[in-house]
């Protein structure tokens, strides 16, 4: 069992629970700027963005739990591994239909496929554990 300090996964964790809390953060306090950025049109209903925010706000807080325990918080890191894979798969989707412009990648990539590997092994290694 690796030592708390050998864990590389507790750092991880911990990054993309600080990444999601200000980036929620950012989302709920000025919920046009992602929007301004990549030349979209304002949303007509900014309080539903804001909502997106407050959830990936709260994706943080879990990563931040689950940090303390990988292997014992297994469930936390699936719920964002899908998230993260789930993300892209719809942003594409968007793409191809013409109602997301390529600057929206920059967040993708930033919000969910940076993450996709380190929270697969996460998940393997909780496996390997016979933890799941």
Do not use: C, E
């Not at 999601?20 to 209903?45: C, E, R, T």
């Not at 993300?87 to 920059?106: E, N, Q, R, S």
């Amino acid at each position: 069992m690796p030592t708390p300090f050998s864990d590389w996964r507790r750092p991880v964790l911990f990054a993309a629970a600080a990444y999601n809390i200000l980036w929620g953060a950012w989302v709920v306090l000025f919920p046009g700027h992602v929007f301004s950025l990549v030349g979209m049109a304002q949303p007509l209903y900014p309080m539903i963005w804001q909502s997106v925010g407050m959830i990936v706000g709260v994706y943080g807080i879990g990563y931040a739990i689950a940090a303390l325990d990988p292997d014992g918080h297994w469930p936390i890191v699936l719920v964002g591994f899908l998230g993260k894979v789930f993300g892209p798969i719809g942003f594409v989707y968007h793409f191809y239909l013409g109602t997301f412009p390529a600057a929206f990648w920059w967040i993708t990539l930033f919000n969910d496929l940076i993450w996709i590997v380190p929270f697969f092994l996460i998940l393997k290694s909780a496996y390997r554990s016979r933890v799941i």
